[in-house]
């Protein structure tokens, strides 16, 4: 039922576009989702040799500078607007020790192997917001990886991770 109200609103708007002739697409832009994630859950878990930590959504974008960027999204086919804090400020925090990769796992259990050397020169986001809202878990969210323009890791579509929940230093 959490997925099935967003839809039957987006029908709903689709059908109300058709009817007074406005732009579909005016109407596609509005957050019809129900909150994305239930505030002050954990968000994301980050797991060491050595501790757990868990952040929620606005522990994880108090912790660390929020950077904006315009992606070109290799599913969509269009450039989005995108805020999130960096993953290397994220992992640089996490103190890797004698960590070599992470891992990021999806809320489906998807998962994708990073070497730290690798994101720590990189500006891949840990995207919370797309064009200023959270982002519902229907479309990705409650995090999702972005990669800016030029990015080796971003240019395999593999990589590219939504729905994120945790990550594991190793």
Do not use: K
């Not at 797991?47 to 994880?60: I, K, P, R």
């Not at 269009?78 to 400020?89: E, I, M, P, Q, S």
């Not at 995207?127 to 999702?144: K, V």
């Amino acid at each position: 039922m959490f997925i099935r109200i967003p839809l039957a609103l987006l029908l709903c708007a689709a059908v109300t576009a058709g009817c007074t002739g406005q732009d579909p697409e005016v109407f596609a832009a509005v957050d019809v989702s129900p909150s994305p994630w239930p505030a002050g859950e954990p968000v994301l878990e980050i797991q060491t040799s050595t501790s757990t930590t868990f952040y929620d959504l606005a522990e994880l974008e108090a912790a660390f500078p929020l950077h904006d960027g315009t992606v070109f999204e290799p599913f969509e086919e269009r450039h989005l607007a995108f805020t999130g804090v960096l993953l290397r400020d994220v992992l640089a925090h996490a103190n890797p020790g004698g960590a070599s990769e992470v891992e990021l796992i999806a809320l489906d259990d998807y998962h994708v192997i990073f070497a730290l050397e690798d994101v720590q020169i990189e500006d891949a986001l840990l995207a919370t917001r797309q064009a200023g809202a959270l982002i519902p878990i229907d479309e990705g969210g409650p995090i999702r990886v972005v990669f800016t323009a030029g990015s080796e890791l971003g240019a395999n579509p593999d990589m590219w991770i939504w729905n994120v929940a945790s990550m594991e230093l190793r």
